[in-house]
């Protein structure tokens, strides 16, 4: 695919997206809501927030919630999403790193990393936002992964199908054109070793909709 993009890179890409990108992601996934319903905390955490649906759906059973994604523009279409729903004063906004997350240790009862960690482009990246999830999590606390698997129709014919690999697909904006985003497609047993690698506890695994869904915990943390 060519030399690999820095995060700052994949920042501008959707800068440059925000509002169009916001305006297709409406609603919840299924399986966020699942995995949210019958769960409850003191404080819930969305990483790679986008434009606010997952961090929506969290301050029903959470009393606060931090929604943090590193996209100016997709920041500013969550606030307007929330204060729509009258939540603007359960859930909090805040311009950060997935693999820095500014919060204190062991502080988080739930949380959703949904969609975010395939846009990150090194492995190294991408296991230290799964430390950092790791870290910020109480030893009761539950958080839910998704990436985007090799088992994906779309990815069917490709010869790497059991390797994860690299790629880019195309975003196409209102007025037809065309911008590159970078992915890392997970490879089921990839995904699993890399949360391992990162300090977490794989509770339960799926594959839906072409994505890789890990239901985690620290591992080794106590309560």
């Known amino acids: 695919m060519g030399d690999r993009p820095t995060r700052r890179d994949v920042r501008r890409t959707y800068e440059s997206i925000a509002s169009h990108f916001s ?7 299924p399986e966020v809501e699942a995995f949210v319903q019958g769960r409850s905390g003191s404080l ?3 990483v790679g927030c986008g434009n606010g649906r997952h961090a929506e759906l969290l301050a029903g059973p959470a009393d606060r919630v931090v929604g943090i994604d590193v996209t100016r523009g997709l920041l500013v279409e969550a606030r307007r999403r929330l204060r729509e ?4 004063e359960v859930v909090e906004l805040v311009k950060g790193d997935a693999s820095t997350l500014p919060l204190a240790p062991s502080r988080v009862d739930l949380a959703v990393y949904i969609a975010t960690i395939h846009h990150l482009p090194s492995r190294a990246d991408r296991v230290e936002s799964l430390r950092e999830l790791a870290r910020v999590l109480t030893g009761n606390g539950r958080a ?7 088992a994906a129709d779309r990815f069917e014919a490709d010869a790497a199908k059991e390797m994860g690999f690299d790629t880019t697909l195309d975003w196409t904006r209102a007025n037809g054109e065309t911008v590159p985003r970078f992915y890392h497609i997970y490879a089921p047993e990839e995904f699993e070793a890399d949360v391992e690698r990162a300090g977490l506890q794989l509770l339960d695994f799926e594959i839906s909709s072409g994505n890789c869904y890990g239901v985690v915990t620290p591992e080794g943390k106590r309560p």
């Open 44 to 46: 819930a955490l969305d």
């Open 144 to 150: 839910l992964v998704s990436a985007w698997s090799t």
């Open 85 to 88: 729903a009258g939540q603007s």
């Open 23 to 29: 305006k297709t992601r409406r609603y919840a996934w």
